[in-house]
């Protein structure tokens, strides 16, 4: 799943539970011959439909003939073993029936040798914890069930049922060895096991000597052949016509190390349907995943970004103009930071391009639309999206040994959208993958050249809980806007979109004439006697957290615009600098001395560093040695290779005669 314990069946079973899901079906045994018909009449694959039909397109046609001729001709894929407890009820891993709640392609049911399948009829007991799930068939078969047998002896000869890796459920023997006592408090014993399990046995049956059922096969062993099975007297002496849960499990968040230990616990009556057995346990285990999710917030309310003295760095610290996003995340120290990851980058046509990095559970995206793709098309069409994000960095399906690359998801399944707490609108799509069984989901903020967000996968039954993150991580999300002038204008048609920072900043691109900003925090404008202005030119607005007026603004701290997003023929940087707190560093505290006292190079003289020629200055007249002022303004012009003093400081006179700054 992902870094939690928490989310419906899929909180409680590690890969190693999950490692026992594939396909049975019948094949020799060992036990007494007398014994095995029973057994194999007994013993019943659990299938859910392959997908009908689906919207995904791929690059070529699938190259179905690499699969098994049984797989590829199936209707149905299989994902575990049942077995006839009695005359009228089954059993398996409740696991099992986890890839059924919220299924894309159809409810789980039964499938016997002879290839007849019996849909579920109702939902009679059920045990997170235990990992158990007993059900009714709507027409069952006339069979004689498995016997029981509840006092098995140690160290006997037993016997594993179920599949073994997609060829067909095989009977193989090993010891009855020991018992382990489950994790939290002991409550019972696993009957621990030496015969083989393998992907596929999950919910069968481990027989004893004479083919009695002892108990119910639910995880295979990580490191050794020592398996795990539910004591069939657990079942049997299971409360009857109730699910209950009661799990201990710990529920995290990917800007924070700390973590949340509570339980899921509910109760409700059975029997139900499938169907309605599957919405009750995914509405109270969404309460159960919001409970959790506060209850981690609540206790760290007090250190939460932007509160607590940890938050001072990123909320002193000014922007950049890196337009990748990045978490904000909090350290051991206690230290908020911006926590940056190296995206890869893979090019599309016309200078559109895809990076993207992995944080935590989520890849963090950023799609550069090409040229020939206007904004209103990319905010309007989310399958366009998708399909340049697809293009970028590519998805494939494997089949057999080959992977297929996808080309789209076609429509999404969902579209809304969700405001942040800073204001900022985030657009929301989720899709489905039919043949995975899970749907992705995309948080996606609009900015000049396209999209920056989020993306994760995960199963239906783990979609809310998934969801609930994401909406809450998109509060701790850092970035900066850039784009062609070209592109600033076709993003400011959206005014629905964008977010309250930048609904109050005026802008004026009048290609070849001027360049005006004006905020109410500062403004300026200058012409191309300072800087080319046309379509190529790029402006950044650095975004950053910082304190305003008593509270916190997600605003503009750094305005820098270049001549030519292509080429370095000159920039122009205004930079928001605020007062440090009290608990800076000598860094922080040197800097801030520097911009106060205009020492260099924060003294209008010229310079040069690798080639470029920079000239900075601050704001404003020269400050009394006893003022305090809480923010001052960096002037900065740059241009590469060598320039005259003079040049220079007549760029940096035509900014500074335009400046203006409302900000005390």
Known sequence: MKNKTLGAFGALFSSAWLALLAVPALHAATLDPAVLPRVQAATFEVVIPKPASESITYEKPLPLELLPFQERNDKYDSVGTAFALDDRHYVTAGHVLE??????????????????????????????QQDFVEFTLKEPPAIAPLEVNTQPAMNDVVYA??????????????????????????????????????????????????????????????SENLNYALPIDQVLNAPANLAVADKRVAYSLDVFDEKHTGSIKMQFALPMSFADFSATFQKLSNENADQMLQALLTE??????????????????????NPFPALLYRGDNGVWRVARVQPDKSTLSLNGYVSMARRGSQALIHLRKPDDVSSRQLYSDPKLFMNLLLKGMPMKRYVGSE????????????????????????????WALPYRNEKVMV??????????????????????????????????IHLSYRGTLAQWKEYLDNP????????????????????????????????????????????????????????????????AARADAN???????????????????????????????????????????????????????????????????????????????????????LLLDKLRVSEP
């Open 161 to 222: 049922v179920g599949n073994a890796l997609g060829t067909g459920i095989v009977i193989r023997d090993g010891l009855y060895t020991s018992q382990t006592p489950e994790d939290e408090d002991g409550r019972w014993k696993w009957l621990r096991f030496s015969a083989a399990a393998s992907p596929g046995n999950s919910g069968g049956p481990l027989l004893d000597k004479d083919g009695k059922v002892i108990g119910v096969v639910v995880m295979k062993s990580p």
């Open 567 to 653: 080429n370095f023929d000159g920039i122009i940087s205004i930079g928001r600098r605020a007062a440090p707190p009290d608990d800076a560093d000598d860094e922080q505290r040197s800097l801030w001395d520097k911009l106060l006292r205009r020492g260099h190079p924060y003294d209008g003289t010229p310079y040069s560093k690798n080639n470029i020629a920079l000239i900075t200055a601050v704001s404003g007249a020269s400050l009394a040695a006893d003022a305090k002022p809480g923010v001052l303004y960096e002037v900065s012009c740059a241009a590469e290779g060598p320039h005259p003093d003079d040049a220079m400081k007549d760029k940096l006179k």
């Open 443 to 476: 948080l996606l903020l609009p900015v000049p050249d396209g999209y920056v967000g989020m993306l994760r996968t995960a199963s239906p039954v783990e979609m809310y809980e998934n969801m609930a993150d994401l909406k809450t991580l998109v509060n701790f």
């Open 403 to 430: 992977g297929i690359k996808i080309t789209s998801l076609g429509s999404p399944l969902e579209e809304q959208t969700l405001t942040d707490a800073y204001q900022r609108t985030w657009q929301i799509r989720i």
């Open 300 to 321: 760290n309310a007090e250190t939460l970004f932007p509160r607590g003295r940890g938050a001072n760095r990123v909320l002193h610290g000014g922007s950049d103009t």
């Open 99 to 128: 890839l059924g709640i919220g299924s894309l392609t159809g409810e789980p049911a039964l499938r016997d040798a002879g290839g007849r399948v019996y849909a579920i009829g109702q939902i009679t007991r059920f045990s997170l």
């Open 496 to 559: 629905q979109l964008l977010p309250a920072a930048l609904k109050d900043i005026t802008l004026r691109l009048d290609y070849g004439k001027e360049f005006s900003y004006r905020s109410g925090r500062l403004e300026f404008s200058y012409t191309p006697q300072l800087q080319a202005i046309d379509k190529s030119s790029e402006l950044v607005l650095g975004m950053s957290y910082f304190p305003d007026h008593g509270k916190v603004a997600w605003d503009v701290s750094q305005v």
